[in-house]
Structure formats: C-alpha cells, structure tokens
C-alpha cells in the first residue's frame, strides 16, 4: 500500500467515526408551536440526512396522540408526512424515536437522534386556499389508493384488471373532485372494475357505489312454504319442517351477527331432530355473515376437529407478496345438540363468504353431501383503508383456500351432486330439494 492509499484510507475511516448520528431539522408544525390550525391535515419531519425508509417510530399514545389517517409517506429521501384529523384547542405529543423505539435510521443504518414535538390547535381557520388544500387532499388519497391496491388487496392480480389504465381513466376525477361525495364515486367505479363484491368504498357510515353481483338464486320460498310438510317460521331467517318419514328440514338464510338471537332456534330444531333418519340443511339463500356463528352451529355435527379451509394474508415483504398458509379448523360445539344422521346441505350461487366457509366446514361432516349448484365465489375478509380525505375503502386482505391450498376466489364450492334448476321450474318445483330427499332416502 503506498503513502496516498494510507492518506485515503485513513480519511476514509476519520470520516466513519466523525459521522454524525441523523437528526431532524424542521418539522411542521414545529416543536412548541401555539395557535396551530385545527385544520392542518399532515404533520411533516425532515432530517439532515438520507434516510432508510423502511422502518419509522413516530412515539407516543393516548389522548395527546393526534388521530392518523393511514400509514406515513416517505415524500424524498429526508422527509416523511403522516396525515392526522385534529381537533380544536388541543395539546399534542409525540416523538420521533424515542429510548424503546428507533425504527428511524439512516442509509448507513443509525439510529435518529430521539426528537419530541409538542403543539397546541387553536380554532381551525378558513384559508383562502382551502380549494387548493382540496385537491393536495385527493392526490394524496389517489396515492393511498394506488399504493391500498398494490399492498394490501390480496386479489390484485387475480382478475388481469389494467390498474394503471384505471387510474389514467378515473383519477383526473378523483384529484378534481371539489367534494367528498365526488371522489367517492370515482373511486367506487375504479374499484367496480375488480368485480369484487367484497370491496366497498364508505364516507362515514355511507356506502357509495359499489359492485353488484348478478346472481339468480336457485330456489323459491313460495314453493318451499307449500311443498315441505310442517312448514314454520320459527324466527327472521329460520324456518323448519318435517316430512312423513321423519327426515327434518331447516333453512337457515343469514350468518349475520344481527341474527344471533334468531339463530337459537337451529339449536331447538336439530333437539327436535335428533333421531330424524336424514337432515337437509338448506342455506341456498344464505348470502354470508359471521363465520364463529356458522363455526358454533357446524360443530353440532363433529366428534374431533376438523382442517375446513385455509388462508394467507397479502404482505408485500414476503416471499410470494403472502404469508405463510394458515388453518383453519372446525371443532366440536360443546354444550350444543348432536346429530349423527345422513344431512343433504342445499348449494347455490347466492352463498358466498361466510356461508362458502360453511359448506367447506360441512364437507368435513361424515355422511354428509352438498346438493345443488355451486357456489358464488368470493371470500376475501375486507380490512379498512382511510384514504385521508375522509373517504373509506375496503379491501380483501386474505386469499381463501380449499383445505388443500387451492384458492377458490372466483370459482366458488363445487356440490358434491349437481342438480340444475331454471327460473320456469322454480315457480312450481324445486329439483335440488327432490335430489336431496332422493339421495337421504337411499334412491337416485
């Protein structure tokens, strides 16, 4: 090594041990500040040096914690914002980094100095700029979009849906839009394109827009009233009958929590049944809810735990952009009534969601058939995105599985016995009910 390389080195290795932890020089609002206006929408750090933006620890909680919309924004290599609602005449703190917590760093990978901010709203001022603060607000919250759809919605790329060309079609509306509403609803055609029906897009408690999916279902409640011996109401979405043979019926239309009270009655009815030589179980129009309740009522047919489906959540730093498969497992319902019989479990396009996630926990039942058509095909357990413009979307997180692994989004649960039915033969007869008798009694 000659002399200049000793030079070179040497200066090299002075300036590793002189380099300076990173630090922030300026925030908005700055640390102290009085008066601030209620209406800031972002709270904005900047630091001296480039900055590794994978990690952030923005401390604090509690009621001095200003309420954040969303997830931080790295802007550029030495600045970060973090939307937030704030109310009038309120003390706020926070810090970032703190002696726990030091997800900030440097390229070089240092921990940022820890940096404590503390201000104080006043009443919110009506700026002559608000209109331009708006559209800030909606190309923002088209960024938090775009970036919802490539992160976090677990069916991005299952429908070959052209998502640039979306944006390119529906966000010039979005960052024009002069109000809420209006972004809304561009926003809500976008998604549409998805066909999704688990994607939905709220102000507040408002839906706006949204898929509709167009299914017909295979079965007439008319008919059923009159052909099914014993016919009873015995709740909002319970009904029961029982045939000469002794074979039960019950219908169970929802698996909303809404009905838990109402779903009590499935409990009396399979009492009343246990010695039945055969049990249908018909949720053909059953479009979904509370899968624990479908879950409490499955188990009344089990003796050992059973593996019904399978799940893996988007996470865009793993292998395959999903985390490892989880079980999911149907176990028997203590303090419930058994039933040990032969059960036909009437299928059709109207199920879907929880109720999907029921036909796969009754696949599992011995002496059990699924008897109908297939079903709709759409399970994706909508987790909330705030976009920060006081527009909600929803978005699939999970991608649902068969218990081998095979995803069933969009293809729906195959019966085990097809019966087709067509809208003239519902008005007068109802074939899928006539295959499940045939099927409970031993015939073809």
């Given at each position: 090594m000659n002399i200049a390389q000793v030079i070179i080195l040497l200066s090299f290795l002075a300036a590793e041990v002189s380099a300076e932890p990173p630090k922030v020089v300026k925030t908005?609002?700055?640390?102290?500040?009085?008066?601030?206006?209620?209406?800031?929408?972002?709270?904005?750090?900047?630091?001296?040096?480039?900055?590794?933006?994978?990690?952030?620890?923005?401390?604090?909680?509690?009621?001095?914690?200003?309420?954040?919309?969303?997830?931080?924004?790295?802007?550029?290599?030495r600045t970060i914002v973090m939307r937030v609602r704030l109310a009038e005449g309120h003390k706020y703190q926070m810090s970032i980094n703190c002696r726990d917590y030091k997800g900030f760093k440097s390229t070089k990978g240092e921990a940022v100095v820890p940096y404590p901010i503390e201000f104080r709203t006043g009443a919110g001022k009506a700026r002559a700029e608000d209109e331009k603060l708006k559209a800030m607000d909606n190309l923002e919250a088209v960024e938090e979009l775009r970036r919802a759809i490539d992160e976090d919605y677990s069916y991005r790329d299952l429908r070959k849906v052209d998502w640039e060309g979306l944006f390119d079609k529906y966000g010039p509306a979005m960052k024009n839009a002069k109000t809420t509403y209006e972004f809304a609803k561009a926003a809500a055609e976008l998604l549409d394109s998805a066909e999704d029906a688990h994607i939905w897009v709220k102000i507040g408690e408002e839906s706006v827009g949204g898929f509709k999916r167009n299914v017909t279902g295979n079965y007439n409640l008319k008919v059923l009233e009159k052909t099914i011996p014993g016919w009873q109401r015995r709740s909002a979405v319970v009904f029961t009958g029982k045939f000469n043979d002794g074979i039960g019926y019950i219908l169970i239309g929802s698996w909303s929590n809404e009905h838990t009270k109402a779903l009590e009655e499935v409990y009396k009815a399979i009492e009343e049944f246990a010695g039945a030589p055969g049990l249908i179980i018909d949720v053909r129009s059953n479009g979904g809810?509370?899968?624990?309740?479908?879950?409490?009522?499955?188990?009344?047919?089990?003796?050992?735990?059973?593996?019904?489906?399978?799940?893996?959540?988007?996470?865009?730093?793993?292998?395959?952009?999903?985390?490892?498969?989880?079980?999911?497992?149907?176990?028997?319902?203590?303090?419930?009534?058994?039933?040990?019989?032969?059960?036909?479990?009437?299928?059709?396009?109207?199920?879907?969601?929880?109720?999907?996630?029921?036909?796969?926990?009754?696949?599992?039942?011995?002496?059990?058939?699924?008897?109908?058509?297939?079903?709709?095909?759409?399970?994706?357990?909508?987790?909330?995105?705030?976009?920060?413009?006081?527009?909600?979307?929803?978005?699939?997180?999970?991608?649902?599985?068969?218990?081998?692994?095979?995803?069933?989004?969009?293809e729906g649960i195959a019966p085990d016995i097809l019966v087709k039915t067509t809208e003239q033969e519902l008005k007068s007869r109802d074939a899928v009910l006539k295959a499940a008798m045939q099927w409970l009694r031993g015939s073809k």
């Open positions: 908005v609002p700055e640390n102290g500040a009085q008066d601030v206006d209620a209406n800031l929408r972002q709270i904005r750090i900047v630091f001296d040096q480039d900055m590794d933006q994978s990690g952030y620890s923005i401390c604090g909680g509690g009621q001095n914690y200003p309420e954040v919309v969303g997830k931080p924004r790295w802007i550029n290599k809810g509370s899968e624990p309740l479908a879950q409490e009522f499955a188990g009344c047919f089990i003796d050992e735990p059973e593996v019904y489906a399978r799940h893996m959540y988007r996470a865009v730093g793993e292998p395959g952009g999903f985390t490892r498969p989880n079980n999911r497992v149907l176990e028997p319902s203590e303090g419930r009534p058994k039933y040990r019989g032969k059960i036909a479990v009437l299928t059709g396009p109207v199920n879907m969601s929880s109720c999907e996630a029921f036909l796969l926990m009754m696949k599992k039942v011995p002496g059990c058939k699924l008897i109908g058509e297939k079903s709709y095909g759409s399970s994706g357990n909508p987790k909330p995105v705030e976009l920060g413009n006081g527009v909600t979307v929803y978005l699939p997180s999970w991608k649902a599985m068969r218990p081998d692994g095979t995803c069933f989004e969009g």
